[in-house]
């Protein structure tokens, strides 16, 4: 069977839906289609239970209670919720947040809302491999510190925060601990209790499930956690988060997380091995690093800094063959480099020749192979180019 082209290596970005999903939300478009909130019919009946199965499903892969998770359009808007939510729960704006540089936007650009509204954030910074201190995270700590809120892995490097260790600090100060666990859930064991958490943001679309529904798990003892919802008409989810429940979505949400659970194990093993075999051989390239190589991350994603490389041109030349993703944003007109690579003190040169490569389920040896042979020629090429002043393609 021919290999069909381009091979996708950008699963940190979004993963493809696992058919077994897809089956399991059709009903509910078409035959089942009540709202869960319609309570004097089947309709409605059908909807909820099916609300209810999925709460369950979802509750289960990060070891919570189905009455700790509240429904939302994804991450981002369960990152909204937690950190306004928590704020708006205090009197006045007389508080204090801490968070780190590497963050996801949806973090750092809330906590920015949070500083317009009042409120002050320290935005702590992490060492070469992208790790927070946990000495500098406590010294942080002042009487008004209400909440820390660090990612439990990154969603560029694929490193693991320290997360119980971090959780220890908050409930040694009775601070509530948040973590975006968006990349980490349903990729590694992910335990709120186990691992001291007391709200905790993920998304379907990150683990095979549909695009536009996500979840926020809240506390309800040893702390019991109280949000202001964010959104209000009809106080649906406990008052959290008022709107009529995508059902189809929160099905195929329950469903993914359903796989993950089953399925995670097994997974991990052999994308590691994907994944630490596409590195060994690109490291034979020499002049190459792994951002973040020494330290715990996740199995199945790397970072890769290709010296004396020119980014454009790789992205270009590679892009018919292989999906992957730079570490820099780039706007219409500038490049801006990797705010999560500048943190760890790569230079603004090295972040313009590194990139992410994430592999997933339907990621293949063949396409893996494929992917190493497409990069190794373009990179050997370019050096080639560099090394006898070749005329540069414009």
């Keep these: 069977m021919a290999l069909k082209l381009p091979v996708y290596l950008d699963n940190n970005a979004t993963t493809p839906m696992d058919p077994r999903v897809l089956e399991e939300m059709l009903p509910y478009f078409l035959e089942k289609f009540g709202n869960a909130a319609s309570k004097t019919h089947s309709f409605g009946w059908e909807a909820e239970e099916a609300v209810d199965i999925a709460r369950e499903q979802v509750a289960a892969l990060i070891g919570a209670h189905p009455q700790e998770i509240v429904f939302t359009s994804g991450a ?9 939510g928590v704020c708006d729960n205090v009197a006045g704006t007389d508080y204090h947040i801490i968070t780190i540089i590497t963050e996801h936007k949806a973090v750092l650009d809330t906590c920015k809302h949070v500083e317009k509204l009042g409120g002050s954030v320290t935005y702590l910074p992490v060492n070469a491999n992208g790790l927070v201190s946990i000495d500098e995270l406590e010294s942080a700590i002042t009487d008004k510190t209400i909440l820390i809120a660090v990612m439990y892995a990154n969603n560029e490097t694929g490193v693991i925060q320290p997360i119980r260790d971090i ?3 908050a409930k040694k100060h009775g ?7 968006t990349q980490a859930v349903g990729k590694i064991p992910v335990n709120v209790h186990m ?7 993920f998304s379907a679309h990150k683990l095979y499930g549909p695009k536009g529904v996500g979840a926020l798990y809240v506390r309800k003892k040893n702390p019991s956690v109280t949000l202001t919802g964010q959104i209000d008409g009809g106080g649906h989810e406990r008052n959290m988060r008022s709107g009529t429940l995508n059902v189809p979505g929160i099905v195929g949400f329950g469903k993914a997380c359903e796989i993950c659970n089953n399925e995670m194990a097994a997974e991990s093993k052999r994308l590691s091995k994907l994944r630490n075999a596409f590195e060994v051989e690109l490291l034979v390239l020499k002049d190459i690093s792994i951002n973040g190589q020494d330290i715990p991350r996740l199995p199945h994603a ?11 041109k790789m992205i270009f030349e590679a892009g ?20 999560v690579l500048k943190a760890m003190g790569l230079s603004d040169e090295a972040i313009h020749h590194s990139f992410r490569f994430s592999f997933g389920r339907f990621t293949t040896e063949e396409q893996t192979g494929h992917a190493i042979q497409v990069i190794s020629k373009i990179v050997k090429e370019h050096r080639h180019e560099g090394d006898h002043g070749h005329h540069q393609i414009v």
């Design 76 to 84: 981002t808007e369960a990152v909204n919720l937690a950190i306004k």
């Design 167 to 169: 959780a220890e600090i």
């Design 175 to 181: 601070i509530l601990l948040l973590t975006d666990a």
């Design 195 to 201: 691992d001291g958490i007391d709200l905790l943001t």
């Design 302 to 312: 790397t970072n890769v800094s290709f010296g004396h490389v020119d980014g454009e």
């Design 320 to 339: 018919s063959d292989i999906a992957f993703s730079r570490s820099s944003a780039c706007t219409s007109a500038t490049l801006e480099p990797s705010y």
